[in-house]
C-alpha cells in the first residue's frame, strides 16, 4: 500500500467527517462493504460511535489528558496528538517511563505517579498491555479512558464501565476534536 499524500488524507478524512455526521443526525446503522478477508473497512466507526453530546461534554473546558505511551518523537502519531491537544489549550501529562520530559513538560513512568487529577486516559500502547493501564485508570479516578485508532481491548473496556468511566476504543483523539470544532 502506498502512502496517502496529503490531499489523499484530507478527501479521507472529510469523507470520515461525513460519516460521523450522517450517523449522528439520522442515528442509523448503514450497511458498509466489506473489504479484503471479511474485515468491515469502517469498523472503527460502527463499533465505537459515540452520540455527538459524550464528545462535547469530554471536551467542555480544559480537559486534563494523560497521554500514556507519548513518543518524544515529533514524526509519532502520540507527539503529534499530544502537541495539538497542548495548541488547543487542553492540559497534557505525559505518560512514558523512558522519558524524563516531553513536549517540555515533566514525563510520569505510570498513572499512579501523576498526583493530579486526570480527566481523560488516552492510551498509544499494544491492545495487549492495555488492561493494566486502565486499572490504573480506573485507580485515580479518570473520567474517560480513550483508545487510540487501531487499539480495541475489550475486556479493558468492561472493566472501565463497570467503574462508571466512559470508554472509547479506536477512534483518535485529536480527529474527534477537529471534527467537533469544525462543526461538520
Known amino acids: ?91 497534557i501529562i505525559p505518560v512514558n517511563p523512558g522519558q524524563d520530559r516531553i513536549l517540555g513538560l515533566p514525563c510520569y513512568p505510570d498513572l499512579l505517579s501523576i498526583g493530579k487529577s486526570v480527566d481523560v486516559v488516552d492510551i498509544f500502547r499494544r491492545a495487549d498491555q492495555v488492561l493494566s493501564i486502565v486499572h490504573d485508570g480506573v485507580s485515580i479516578g479518570a473520567k474517560v479512558i480513550w483508545m487510540q485508532q487501531g487499539i480495541v481491548n475489550e475486556e479493558a473496556a468492561e472493566l472501565a464501565r463497570k467503574a462508571g468511566i466512559e470508554v472509547v476504543m479506536d477512534r483518535c483523539l485529536k480527529s474527534d476534536h477537529q471534527w467537533l470544532v469544525s462543526g461538520f
Not at 450497511?31 to 455527538?52: A, C, E, H, T, Y
Open 1 to 91: 500500500m502506498e502512502k496517502w499524500d496529503r490531499p489523499t488524507e484530507f478527501i479521507f478524512c472529510r469523507w470520515t467527517n461525513l460519516y460521523f455526521w450522517l450517523q449522528a443526525t439520522y442515528n442509523k446503522t448503514h450497511s458498509l462493504p466489506q473489504q479484503g478477508k471479511g474485515v468491515n473497512i469502517f469498523s472503527q466507526f460502527d463499533r465505537s460511535l459515540m452520540p455527538v453530546r459524550v464528545l462535547q461534554s469530554i471536551f467542555i473546558g480544559r480537559p486534563t489528558i494523560a497521554v500514556v505511551g507519548l513518543s518524544p518523537k515529533e514524526h509519532r502519531p502520540s507527539h503529534q496528538v499530544a502537541r495539538y491537544l497542548l495548541d488547543v489549550g487542553c492540559t
